[in-house]
């Protein structure tokens, strides 16, 4: 059984709630977190569900300190540090799984897949569109020179630092 918290009770969830909603012998919402704490509330009599609904910090984490959390941090406490992250981690990956030892995290059709959801996704951003996948190959996104068309971001100037301080640094 799959646990599952919802982050973020707003327009979206409701989407998210009723998929989650259809598999009960694979997944349980076990709690609706949101800054308005009504507004989880709210969704978790609308779904009818037997789930914690926590108020959150601004960042979006829980602010209560409930037993969820403790759950939580448990399950995260008992993911295993790796001994390689980054390239590093993938190359590991792939020398692994060329010596027989594992099987590759991510596959060449799963790299595929992801770049022809993002094309999608950035086809439909442009259009105004909904977009059928797979793409076709006649698709003007299909190709490089079609992915011209796509919308051109600026460089990365600011981020946020700490979240609890909200400071945005150059």
Do not use: W
């Amino acid at each position: 059984m799959i646990n599952v918290a919802i982050i973020g009770a707003g327009n979206i969830s409701p989407s998210h709630l009723n998929a989650y909603t259809q598999f009960p012998a694979r997944c349980r919402v076990k709690a609706i977190v949101d800054i308005y704490p009504e507004k989880a509330a709210r969704k978790k009599e609308q779904f009818a569900l037997d789930c914690e609904t926590l108020d959150s910090q601004p960042d979006g984490f829980p602010a209560s300190d409930g037993a969820f959390l403790k759950t939580l941090q448990e399950a995260y406490d008992g993911i295993p540090d790796l001994k390689y992250t980054g390239h590093t981690g993938q190359i590991e990956n792939v020398l692994d799984a060329i010596e027989g030892k594992t099987d590759l995290a991510v596959t060449c059709a799963d790299g595929r897949n992801a770049v022809e959801l993002i094309t999608a996704i950035y086809k439909s951003g442009s259009s105004g569109r909904a977009v059928r996948l797979p793409l076709k190959k006649g698709d003007a996104f299909y190709t490089e020179r079609g992915r011209g068309k796509m919308p051109r971001f600026h460089e990365k100037k600011y981020s946020v630092e700490n979240l609890a301080e909200k400071n945005i640094i150059n």
